[in-house]
């Protein structure tokens, strides 16, 4: 992996590698992302924890808080604006993406993003009550 990607350079999609939710959506959705063009790696790669500068064992919370786009030109997008990303690559995206891009809209999307990725381990509605009470 080299440090700077040129353009026209594969991107990359990068999801926490533990997460069932995360490798879920990551396979039922390559048939889409992969068109963006876009590779997917786990956010624990070593080639990841390092371009994003969060190697040490501390940084691991905010490594894996969230999925990140490693663009074509190399900017990291992350949580909903990586998706607002990706959609913005089909022409049945970019409307969605403009909408998206209304900073009202920016954070009711981040809000809802943030929402479901702190849930995202939960097996149960048990289990995520739970989890929800020691917060």
């Keep these: ?35 963006v063009p876009l590779q997917a790696e786990a956010l624990q790669a070593n080639w990841v924890k390092e371009r994003l500068g969060l190697t040490s064992p501390e940084d691991e919370p905010v490594l894996l808080s969230t999925m990140r786009v490693l663009s074509t030109t190399g900017v990291v997008y992350e949580g909903a604006s990586a998706i607002l990303y990706i959609l913005r690559r089909f022409w049945w995206g970019k409307p969605l993406a403009r909408i998206g891009a209304f900073p009202w809209m920016k954070r009711l999307l981040e809000f809802c993003y943030q929402w479901v990725a702190k849930r995202r381990h939960c097996s149960g509605a048990s289990v995520c009550s739970i989890q929800n009470k020691i917060e």
Excluded: A, E, I
Aim: contains cysteine; hydrophobic residues 35%.
């Design 1 to 35: 992996m080299t440090d700077t990607l040129q353009p026209g350079d594969t991107g990359w999609l990068l999801y926490d590698g533990n997460c069932t939710l995360c490798l879920q959506v990551v396979k039922q959705f390559k048939p889409v992302w992969s068109r």
